[in-house]
């Protein structure tokens, strides 16, 4: 059974702070997606990472795909208060397109 | 417009009640999914389906049934709810084709089952 761990859970930063949330999955998959909800609200996509050593990047945010670690990080530069929300990671497995979600990083930026 | 609409989008029912839970979506995808949300174990897939023809069962689908009813239609029953139903549901749908398979959202029914 697939597992998706996302730390930390909670991350509460200062404004113009760095920092970095961590997504690992227990089996082999090379599609690995970032999502974004606000309170509410549904989930946004951000990143699609398909292959080992794939990063993107869209304006503070920036993700990246290891797949012989089975890691993919979400790296935050300069956090802004419009950057409070939750974060997913989510692994897609097999044929069937299903995705198996992490249980979120709820980011809180303080001013 | 929405490309994925759901509704209701606020639904309070009774233990024992049948409800229906609908999905239509405008972005021509034949992937279908729905999702329960809960506080603090993120999004698990209750159901998903490849066409009309092809539906297939999720980690969580015992007291949910679904139905397709056309390529852009996909509706989730609950039978009988319970308590324990209440969450936040999300329809998604994708194609494997483009954008790399990306899941693309509805805005979610907030379902209470007193």
């Known amino acids: 059974e697939l597992k998706v761990e996302q730390n930390p859970l909670f991350l509460s930063m200062q404004e113009g702070k760095n920092y970095t949330i961590y997504c690992n999955y227990s089996t082999t998959s090379d599609r690995l997606y970032w999502y974004r909800q606000d309170p509410g609200k549904s989930l946004e996509s951000l990143f699609v990472?398909?292959?080992?050593?794939a990063v993107k990047q869209e304006g503070r945010l920036m993700a990246s795909l290891d797949t012989k670690a089975r890691l993919s990080t979400l790296h935050i530069t300069a956090a802004v208060h419009d950057l409070s929300a939750t974060y997913f990671c989510a692994v897609m497995t097999g044929t069937a397109s299903k995705l198996t979600f992490g249980t979120g990083t709820r980011l809180q930026v303080t001013l | 417009d929405a490309d994925v609409t759901q509704t209701p989008r606020n639904r309070i029912t009774k233990t024992g009640k049948r409800i229906m839970l609908e999905c239509s979506q405008t972005k021509g995808h034949d992937r279908m999914y729905w999702y329960r949300q809960d506080p603090g174990l993120g999004l698990r897939l209750i159901y998903y389906s490849f066409d009309v023809k092809d539906i297939n069962k999720g980690e969580i689908s015992d007291g949910y049934s679904v139905s397709r009813q056309a390529q852009a239609k996909f509706s989730l029953s609950l039978e009988s709810a319970i308590p324990n139903q209440t969450a936040l549901y999300f329809c998604?749908?994708?194609?494997?084709?483009?954008?790399?398979?990306?899941?693309?959202f509805g805005p979610g029914t907030r379902l209470t089952v007193l």
């Open positions: 990472l398909l292959s080992n050593g």
């Open positions: 998604a749908t994708s194609d494997l084709a483009g954008g790399g398979g990306t899941q693309y």
